[in-house]
């Protein structure tokens, strides 16, 4: 019973923190920016999240306050890299390490706790007289396809082509027509306001605010989207690669939650997935040499 | 049409490395002049176009294209007047999009893109005209990504790309240099057949000197960031390869040593 408890809350932590992965996914590999804001723009989706709910505001409307939160951070970034020239990876750096005081000065603590206060999941929750369990699996599943709809919708116009093409040959777009400068930027913005999305979200559904809970969250992003290419590729359709970071994200949590059980601890996590992603990225790049060796040793040893 | 006046680029001044790659260079392009640029490794042909297209600012003097003064424009303000294929293949395409999409975003050269869906049906039908006059057999291909492609097969469909919205310049650096003779030969013809058809205003860096006798009306050649020869007309149909060699060595006082350089 304790581990289809286990399973029940991997899935829907799989689920919630899949908007995070979604949000790495558009910097990551449609941008070939690997953006470290991440961590601080997640606690700062649970830090506005947590302030608009103490005072009263409704769930949902946190929920989008908090995402523009995450948009203004990654205009930041976007700002940093384009306009200052900063590399990528530092641009990252620095908003996140400026976000952590940011998210300080917006909770006036480190954390807040939310138990008393009204969230999506208790509402939904009292409408429905559903198990806790499940309500958060219908509201995850439901924002989930609503931003992979509109996901889907958005890469696919005009802009959103050239942001994709962004990350694909740079040098091509601007010869196009379009300013890069932009599209990074609009890309970095629409990334941390998923990535801040996903922090509210798990802040109403766990019920506090921690301005540490984002450390981490970029390689548990990684894990997420390594896991589901490994298992359906990344050469897919643009709408089956979106989901797949999401089964990529549950089947992370599941692992977790295994591991867990296992009595290994928290704390172990972080190395875990930090080796996870490793062997991950690593796997790809042995078996092209692989191929590649064995190429070699067909075509050379024909020639004899 | 194309105006460059005193145009001079020195990359990593102040250090060890300074190379003067353009030097207060002249340039008066007429409208519908199609130029072969001929000239030494390291001559600056790249740079100048690079100038051109802006892809770095110029240290001083100034660019005027179709009567503007575009010397402070950002490359992809530019790009809206200029099309351009590079030497390299992968420059000129995505690689992860497919060879509609590729065109869908050329299509869009210089204009607002907005939250209208990338590529309409109707697109889709001309494109599939288009790429059919390719002769690659690619109109059966559209939704195959670019990567999957040939060099030649990338160079041509940047060429169309790049050609795609009138450009009122057209910039080709030495896109044919990186395909094998046949395939260079193909794309050259698809070339010479679009530019007349367009009737385009045409900057073509070349390595071969009987291309660039043949081809077009007006001939330059280069050499340390100079202009050394220009030659159009009649004089320039009249030119031999023997003829360019003697000017190299006149005009740089250097015998012509380079294997790049192809005499065929
Ligand atoms: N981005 C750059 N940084 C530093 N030096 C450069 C750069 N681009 C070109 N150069 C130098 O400028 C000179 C002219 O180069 P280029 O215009 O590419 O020559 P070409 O195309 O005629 O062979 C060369 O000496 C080259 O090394
Ligand atoms: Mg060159």
């Given at each position: 019973m304790g581990i289809v408890l286990a399973m029940q809350g991997a899935l829907s932590q799989g689920i919630l923190w899949g908007l995070m992965a979604l949000g790495v996914y558009i910097t990551f590999r449609l941008l070939d920016i690997a953006d470290l804001t991440v961590d601080g723009s997640f606690a700062t989706g649970g830090a506005v999240c947590a302030v608009c709910l103490v005072n009263g505001v409704n769930p949902i409307l946190a929920l989008i306050l908090s995402t523009i939160a995450g948009f203004i951070a990654g205009w930041i970034t976007g700002v940093l890299h384009t306009k200052c020239q900063i590399p990528a990876i530092l641009a990252g750096i620095l908003t996140q390490i400026g976000l952590y005081s940011i998210n300080l000065r917006i909770m006036g603590r480190s954390n807040t706790p939310l138990l008393q206060y009204d969230n999506v999941f208790s509402q939904l929750e009292e409408l429905t007289g559903l198990s806790s369990n499940w309500v958060v699996l219908i509201i995850g599943l439901i924002v989930t396809i609503l931003v992979i709809v509109a996901l889907y919708w958005y890469f696919g116009t005009e802009i959103g082509s050239s942001i994709r093409a962004t990350g694909n040959n740079e040098q091509m777009v601007r010869a196009l027509g379009v300013n890069t400068n932009v599209t990074k930027t609009l890309g970095l913005m629409i990334s941390n306001g998923l990535i801040a999305l996903s922090g509210a979200l798990v802040t109403q559904q766990q019920g506090y605010a921690d301005v540490r809970m984002g450390i981490g969250a970029i390689v548990i992003g990684l894990a997420s989207i390594v896991i589901g290419e490994v298992i359906f590729g990344h050469k897919g359709a643009f709408g089956t690669r979106l989901t797949s970071i999401?089964?990529?994200?549950?089947?992370?949590?599941?692992?977790?939650?295994?591991?867990?059980?296992?009595?290994?601890?928290t704390d172990d996590l972080k190395l875990l997935t930090a080796i996870l992603v490793a062997i991950a990225l690593t796997v790809p790049i042995v078996m092209n040499?692989?191929?590649?060796?064995?190429?070699?040793?067909?075509?050379?040893?024909?020639?004899? | 049409m194309l105006q460059i006046k005193n145009v001079s680029k020195t990359f990593n001044p102040g250090t060890v490395n300074e190379k003067k790659a353009l030097d207060r260079l002249n340039l008066h392009v007429e409208e519908g002049d199609f130029i072969t640029i001929i000239g030494g490794n390291g001559a600056g042909k790249s740079t100048l176009m690079n100038m051109v297209a802006g892809v770095y600012p110029i240290d001083c003097g100034t660019i005027y294209l179709d009567g503007k003064n575009i010397s402070l424009q950002a490359e992809y303000q530019r790009a809206q007047m200029i099309g351009r294929v590079f030497q390299d293949p992968m420059l000129g395409t995505a690689a992860d999009m497919a060879i509609q999409e590729n065109l869908a975003m050329a299509n869009r050269r210089g204009k607002k893109r907005g939250l209208k869906w990338g590529i309409t049906p109707k697109e889709k039908e001309i494109f599939h005209e288009q790429l059919k006059r390719l002769g690659l057999g690619l109109e059966d291909r559209m939704t195959s990504k670019v990567g999957l492609l040939s060099g030649g097969q990338r160079q041509a469909l940047t060429l169309l790309m790049a050609t795609l919205i009138k450009p009122k310049l057209l910039l080709l650096d030495e896109h044919t240099a990186a395909l094998d003779?046949?395939?260079?030969?193909?794309?050259?013809?698809?070339?010479?057949?679009?530019?007349?058809?367009?009737?385009?205003?045409?900057?073509?860096?070349?390595?071969?000197?009987?291309?660039?006798?043949?081809?077009?009306?007006?001939?330059?050649?280069?050499?340390?960031?100079?202009?050394?020869?220009?030659?159009?007309?009649?004089?320039?149909?009249?030119?031999?390869?023997?003829?360019?060699?003697?000017?190299?060595?006149?005009?740089?006082?250097e015998e012509f040593a380079n294997d790049r350089m192809m005499l065929g």
């Open positions: 999401v089964v990529g994200s549950v089947i992370y949590r599941i692992i977790v939650a295994v591991v867990l059980q296992m009595g290994l601890n040499k692989q191929k590649q060796l064995s190429m070699y040793k067909k075509l050379t040893g024909k020639e004899k | 003779p046949r395939t260079a030969k193909k794309v050259l013809d698809l070339t010479n057949e679009i530019v007349n058809e367009q009737n385009l205003t045409t900057l073509m860096v070349t390595h071969n000197m009987q291309d660039a006798i043949h081809i077009g009306n007006r001939l330059i050649m280069m050499h340390e960031g100079k202009i050394i020869y220009d030659v159009k007309g009649e004089e320039k149909k009249q030119l031999k390869v023997s003829d360019l060699l003697k000017k190299f060595e006149e005009a740089s006082g």
